[in-house]
């Protein structure tokens, strides 16, 4: 079997679920567009897989941006990348840090400031401002000796424009910075969520990714009324009273009436807690 661009149906969402394994942070929407053409090829290379030529029967021959038997097979094989939350759990908050894949090349690639307080920003909200030297090492195994000495400058610093223009060309593909995502950043954040919401571990997949995406947007910080809802939130779940919850992350819309995009992500975030993920085309 080949699939290639344009095919759809379910053998294309399947392809599409054991891409995510990989971080490729797609919709399962079983449309092999373009989107899912670059994971592919971004797949064969993570995977070390080649095409195959066949002039004899050109339908027969294996693209980069196709998927065959051996890619579809070793896709399979692969373990789910984080099995606290499972691919779609990691697809579903880094859909949200990043958009979509091509929004990544397109804007996150390289450094970036997002303003105000914020540090430099590399990969999938990864901000220099909170980390050393020796952690930065630690979680991005791989990057070269000479970027991190440039990238320096902006560890455990508040960024500026100038910081950020110095650094530009410094690139983070996607396959990397999903590996840090998934390997350091999200159990970092599945720990924080732990620290307030203990019960976190009893919940399904669908409603613990909920709960640390909120944790990943907001932090675990508790006072102040600015927290009354994750507050709430805690109560409910010590309470056992786990179809409550969803109403408190929608009740959070009150402190970002100009913010449409965070309105947005609480809503988003109390559909996955009511319907899980395939309800958001996840899995």
């Given at each position: 079997?080949?699939?290639?661009?344009?095919?759809?149906?379910?053998?294309?969402?399947?392809?599409?679920?054991?891409?995510?394994?990989?971080?490729?942070?797609?919709?399962?929407?079983?449309?092999?567009?373009?989107?899912?053409?670059?994971?592919?090829?971004?797949?064969?290379?993570?995977?070390?897989?080649?095409?195959?030529?066949?002039?004899?029967?050109?339908?027969?021959a294996v693209g980069a941006g196709d998927a065959d038997?051996?890619?579809?097979?070793?896709?399979?094989?692969?373990?789910?990348?984080?099995?606290?939350?499972?691919?779609?759990?990691?697809?579903?908050?880094?859909?949200?840090?990043?958009?979509?894949?091509?929004?990544?090349?397109?804007?996150?690639?390289?450094?970036?400031?997002?303003?105000?307080?914020?540090?430099?920003?590399?990969?999938?909200?990864?901000?220099?401002?909170?980390?050393?030297?020796?952690?930065?090492?630690?979680?991005?195994?791989?990057?070269?000796?000479?970027?991190?000495?440039?990238?320096?400058?902006?560890?455990?610093?508040?960024?500026?424009?100038?910081?950020?223009?110095?650094?530009?060309?410094l690139d983070f593909p996607l396959d990397l910075a999903?590996?840090?995502?998934?390997?350091?950043?999200?159990?970092?954040?599945?720990?924080?969520?732990?620290?307030?919401?203990?019960?976190?571990?009893?919940?399904?997949?669908?409603?613990?990714?909920?709960?640390?995406?909120?944790?990943?947007?907001?932090?675990?910080?508790?006072?102040?009324?600015?927290?009354?809802?994750?507050?709430?939130?805690?109560?409910?779940?010590?309470?056992?009273?786990?179809?409550?919850?969803?109403?408190?992350?929608?009740?959070?819309?009150?402190?970002?009436?100009?913010?449409?995009?965070?309105?947005?992500?609480?809503?988003?975030?109390?559909?996955?807690?009511?319907?899980?993920?395939?309800?958001?085309?996840?899995?």
């Amino acid at each position: 079997m080949i699939l290639r661009l344009r095919d759809n149906g379910d053998n294309v969402k399947q392809l599409q679920r054991n891409l995510n394994k990989l971080g490729s942070a797609l919709l399962i929407d079983g449309d092999y567009g373009p989107g899912t053409r670059d994971a592919v090829i971004d797949a064969r290379s993570v995977l070390s897989l080649s095409t195959v030529a066949n002039p004899a029967n050109p339908t027969a021959a294996v693209g980069a941006g196709d998927a065959d038997d051996a890619l579809i097979a070793a896709l399979e094989a692969l373990p789910e990348p984080f099995p606290a939350l499972g691919s779609p759990g990691v697809t579903f908050i880094a859909r949200f840090e990043i958009g979509s894949p091509k929004q990544y090349r397109d804007r996150y690639r390289h450094p970036e400031w997002p303003g105000e307080k914020s540090g430099i920003t590399i990969g999938i909200g990864y901000d220099l401002q909170f980390c050393t030297r020796a952690q930065f090492e630690a979680d991005w195994v791989g990057v070269p000796a000479a970027s991190i000495d440039r990238l320096a400058a902006a560890f455990q610093k508040v960024g500026n424009k100038a910081l950020c223009t110095s650094l530009a060309d410094l690139d983070f593909p996607l396959d990397l910075a999903m590996k840090v995502f998934i390997n350091r950043t999200l159990p970092s954040y599945l720990a924080q969520t732990r620290s307030i919401y203990p019960q976190v571990d009893r919940l399904s997949r669908a409603q613990r990714s909920a709960l640390v995406s909120l944790i990943y947007n907001r932090g675990a910080k508790l006072e102040g009324d600015s927290r009354r809802e994750m507050k709430t939130i805690q109560s409910l779940l010590a309470a056992g009273d786990l179809d409550s919850v969803s109403t408190q992350f929608e009740a959070m819309e009150r402190l970002w009436p100009d913010t449409p995009g965070l309105v947005q992500r609480r809503h988003v975030e109390a559909k996955l807690w009511r319907s899980g993920f395939a309800a958001l085309q996840l899995e």
